[in-house]
């Protein structure tokens, strides 16, 4: 058992962490009154500065983007891309949505569990170094799906990002049921290629408990 000092800190971000996402009593949910640069995007923005960082080291080619939505991550992710000076992102949805158009944004309108819409979307792309965002349907059975289909375009030393894996009660939304954390529990022991990096989560409370994943070897 962890020493108390531990478990009352446990206590106190889960705490913190539940009342961030469903926002104080009578305001409603914070992520959804969250933006950037005037594009809703549904993300904490604790894990947009990992995503700097992580974008920073690895220097992607390519960033594959599940869950479009509004686009306000997709043009962060481009933004931080110019700073760089390289890189491009493809962004998969099944709405279509007026979002914002940028050069380094390639919106795809399908399904991204549809392994083939998946591989002609990155066909002719450069991939040396590519980084995957899962964060469109949440049940455990989408996400499982997307794992073994966008897996594989994880190129080693780059990351696999699995968002909301703090849903069904880890530590909030506990009536969520099965979704992206145990979807990535079930899918790390088969892929040892595959190793969570907690280091991501420095900043204590983050939308994706180990959903940080790295790829080695």
């Not at 446990?10 to 926002?23: M, P, Q, R, S, V």
Request: aromatic share 10%; net charge negative.
């Amino acid at each position: 058992m962890a020493p108390q000092s531990e478990r009352d800190a446990k206590a106190t971000i889960d705490a913190f962490h539940d009342l961030y996402y469903n926002g104080p009593p009578g305001e409603g949910h914070i992520f959804q009154r969250t933006s950037w640069m005037g594009v809703p995007s549904l993300k904490c923005p604790l894990d947009l500065w990992i995503y700097q960082e992580i974008l920073y080291e690895i220097r992607p080619d390519l960033i594959i983007e599940t869950g479009t939505h509004l686009g306000g991550s997709a043009l962060y992710l481009a933004h931080v891309l110019d700073i760089l000076g390289r890189g491009e992102i493809v962004t998969i949805d099944i709405s279509h949505a007026a979002r914002p158009q940028h050069p380094r944004i390639h919106y795809v309108q399908g399904s991204s569990a549809d392994p083939v819409l998946v591989a002609d979307a990155v066909r002719g792309r450069a991939r040396d170094a590519c980084v995957v965002i899962l964060d469109s349907d949440h049940s455990k059975a989408h996400v499982s799906r997307e794992l073994e289909i966008l897996s594989p375009y994880v190129t080693p030393g780059s990351y696999l990002i699995v968002e909301d894996t703090n849903i069904n009660g880890h530590p909030t939304y506990p009536s969520f049921g099965p979704g992206p954390f145990e979807a990535l529990e079930c899918f790390l022991p088969d892929h040892p290629e595959f190793v969570v990096d907690s280091s991501r989560e420095k900043f204590l409370m983050t939308f994706n408990p180990r959903g940080f994943v790295r790829r080695i070897g």
